[in-house]
């Protein structure tokens, strides 16, 4: 067992310090970080397989006839109204959840996932609202061009319209806004991304931490977006080992079945193709709560970091277990 990591020290960091620190809370509290992950993870792998579901499942359901796209988004667009605010409503639940513990723990104090949760569910609807708020000033924009670039698509290819030369003109221009929303919604998150902390520490509404999270990321954008790409790079270098290794483990046991004579369909093999599927969910599984408690993590100690840089002061702690 690790030993827990002391309360941050009383003065700004430098870029290697914030990794460092984010790094020793992540391995003093790893199990905590990940059972408050467990949620959004296991939300996350369950919408995969709705959506994997919902496409494939028309298409093997007509076949050998061609299948029909009208049927498919017929089975896709409603689950993706129904899912899409239910995994909002849970990234709310959890981001206030684990940067809750992440505060906390950067000031010296552990809580448990009850006690997270409990945080968090105190004032859903605050911090539901707080991550529409933001979706809503980052990703508008790229939205509105998907919807623009997509829905005469989805027309076209349903037969609504007649000739798609003028889509196919349009392309470029459009891949260029897209672009361009882009850039803007990146500046937008890293604008934002001290809401969450800042509304649980200081106890503010939704705009209000708009507000104040886009005080406290004057001038540290481009740290904040280092630190969080270096995050996601080490996220992405883990996932793909993880992969190669899966891959390996895979060829291996099928060299193992053919070696032995292992027929297809057969009860060895189903069972093996099982365990394979299980075993890549899991890996899904944890490494998703990883990246999502390393990011949440990165949250709280950036906001500690930059209140100390525009107040010299830093955030009080709450007291164990207490409800903000």
């Known amino acids: 067992m690790n030993a827990p990591v002391q309360p941050a020290q009383p003065y700004p960091m430098t870029f290697g310090q914030i990794l460092d620190r984010v790094y020793r809370l992540m391995r003093a509290h790893c199990k905590l ?19 994997l579901a919902a496409a494939f499942g028309p298409i093997l359901s007509q076949l ?35 940067i809750h513990a992440a505060i906390e723990a950067d000031h010296g104090v552990t809580v448990t996932v009850r006690d997270a949760y409990e945080v968090a569910w105190k004032r859903a609807g605050r911090y539901l609202w707080l991550l529409f708020l933001a979706y809503m000033i980052a990703l508008f924009p790229a939205l509105a061009i998907e919807i623009a670039m997509f829905a005469p698509m989805a027309l076209f290819a349903l037969g609504k319209t007649g000739s798609a030369s003028v889509l196919v003109d349009l392309i470029p221009v459009e891949f260029l806004l897209y672009l361009a929303a882009l850039i803007y919604g990146v500046i937008m ?3 934002l991304s001290l809401a969450f902390p800042a509304s649980l520490s200081e106890d503010l509404t939704a705009r209000a ?8 990321t004057q001038g540290a954008k481009g740290r904040i977006f280092l630190v969080l790409l270096v995050v996601y790079a080490f996220a992405y270098v883990a996932e793909m080992a993880g992969i190669v290794i899966m ?3 895979i060829a291996f046991g099928v060299l193992i079945g053919v070696l032995f004579g292992v027929q297809m369909p057969s ?14 969910i899991a890996f899904l599984f944890l490494w998703s709560a990883l990246v999502w408690a390393a990011f949440s993590t990165s949250f709280a100690v950036f906001y500690r970091d930059q209140k100390l840089r525009h107040e010299g002061t830093l955030p009080a702690p709450l007291p164990s277990g207490a409800i903000a």
């Open 33 to 51: 970080f990940i059972g408050i992950a467990a949620l959004p993870a296991a939300a996350m792998i369950l919408f995969v397989i709705l959506l």
């Open 64 to 98: 050998p006839n061609p299948p029909d796209p009208a049927y498919i988004f017929h089975w896709i667009i409603p689950e993706m109204l129904l899912a899409c605010p239910l995994m909002m409503a849970v990234s709310a639940l959890y981001l206030a959840a684990s």
């Open 189 to 191: 998150a890293l604008r």
């Open 209 to 216: 931490a708009i507000r104040r999270s886009g005080q406290l």
């Open 247 to 249: 891959a390996m483990l």
């Open 267 to 280: 009860a060895v093999g189903i069972a093996g193709i099982v365990l394979a599927a299980l075993c890549f």
